[in-house]
């Protein structure tokens, strides 16, 4: 089992930045690719971003291309998720996941956090 735990939300100006933080614990971290992914009213989740459990390798949404950056802190089973010039349609309740393997689909996660939302005012 791993505990997937998110922090950073908020209520943000558009062109604003926040840091999503998504901290671990239960089965070995390093061993999991992680990702991020949001939902917003009426919306189906959607892929956001992912990092292998290596770092080495990550995935972005084109969407959010270019303004959001995944790492991961392996000293304290942590994954963020940076987020820059942040528009009023990245406004969602932001989830952080693990798998086996990097993945864009929401089903290849096994473990999720409760969420954090995130919203940008216009």
């Known amino acids: 089992q791993v505990q997937l735990v998110e922090s950073g939300g908020g209520l943000v100006q558009a062109g604003g930045s926040l840091r999503l933080s998504c901290a671990a614990s239960g089965r070995t971290f390093s061993s999991y690719a992680m990702g991020w992914f949001r939902q917003a009213p009426g919306k189906e989740r959607e892929f956001v971003a992912s990092?292998?459990?290596?770092?080495?390798?990550?995935l972005y949404a084109n969407s959010v291309k270019g303004r959001f950056t995944v790492s991961r802190e392996y000293a304290k089973n942590t994954v963020h998720l940076q987020m820059n010039s942040l528009k009023p349609e990245d406004t969602a309740v932001y989830y952080c996941?693990?798998?086996?393997?990097?993945?864009?689909?929401?089903?290849?996660?096994?473990?999720w956090g409760q969420g954090t939302q995130v919203t940008v005012s216009s």
């Open positions: 990092i292998s459990w290596s770092g080495t390798n990550t």
């Open positions: 996941a693990a798998s086996a393997l990097l993945s864009t689909l929401p089903r290849g996660y096994d473990y």
